[in-house]
């Protein structure tokens, strides 16, 4: 099992341009989940989806930030203006439910985002 | 509103020693509570998780002892080894398939 799958992994834009990150989940997860890691504020929640639809978007942190779930393998998370507080590690997860009958999410490697 | 804190920031231990990180939360809705390690670079790996019900998991080196009254879960790493060095995140989630919230991390360096 190849994990999740993330491209590209680090990503160098100027304040203004559309940035697109893509994500693969696992193969028979049916959740997706994107998160944000930064220095001041962690890890948060940006957006999840449950079987390709989008479940909670509260996380987004404004309209310049759109994500999409076409099929079941395969996102993406848009960033359109790009602005330099947008810097950060991007992840995807995605989610199995595990031996102890909980929901155990699994992390891609993450996209660095720089914007300058 | 930070519903899940952890401490402490940082912890160096000799190797052998067995670091303490410890987590508090707010929401009694919370029902799993895992631990993940990162290492730099790596995206977040899960490493163990309890449910409320149960006071301790282990598994290897690694135990999860939970306090449902207090609201209180914390780590321990028996036998600990420079390859433990990482940033250790807590984590509680709501019933169901739904996101994670976490804590803000301990960076743990073990030492030679």
């Known amino acids: 099992d190849a994990g999740v799958i993330q491209s590209p992994r680090h990503e160098v834009t100027e304040m203004g341009q559309e940035v697109t990150l893509r994500c693969k989940p696992i193969?028979?997860?049916?959740?997706l989940f994107w998160y944000r890691q930064t220095m001041m504020r962690g890890l948060e929640l940006l957006i999840y989806f449950n079987n390709n639809v989008p479940i909670d978007d509260s996380g987004m942190p404004e309209d310049r930030f759109s994500a999409k779930m076409p099929n079941a393998s395969f996102s993406t998370l848009k960033i359109q203006p790009s602005e330099p507080r947008d810097s950060a590690v991007y992840f995807c997860?995605?989610?199995?439910?595990?031996?102890?009958?909980?929901?155990?999410?699994?992390f891609g490697p993450g996209t660095r985002l720089t914007v300058t | 509103q930070q519903q899940v804190k952890q401490s402490p920031q940082s912890l160096i231990v000799q190797k052998g020693g067995i670091p303490i990180i410890n987590c508090a939360y707010e929401n009694t809705a919370f029902d799993y509570f895992p631990w993940y390690q990162q290492f730099p670079g790596k995206g977040p790996a899960l490493l163990i998780a309890?449910?409320?019900?149960?006071s301790e998991k282990k598994e290897g080196r690694f135990t999860i002892s939970f306090n449902k009254s207090a609201k209180q879960f914390s780590l321990h790493i028996m036998d600990s080894q420079p390859g433990d060095s990482a940033t250790y995140f807590c984590?509680?989630?709501?019933?169901?398939?739904?996101?994670?919230?976490f804590g803000k991390g301990t960076r743990l360096s073990v030492i030679a």
């Open positions: 997860a995605s989610s199995l439910k595990g031996a102890g009958n909980f929901y155990e999410q699994y």
């Open positions: 984590a509680a989630s709501m019933p169901g398939n739904t996101p994670l919230v």
């Open positions: 193969s028979g997860h049916n959740s």
């Open positions: 309890i449910r409320p019900d149960v």
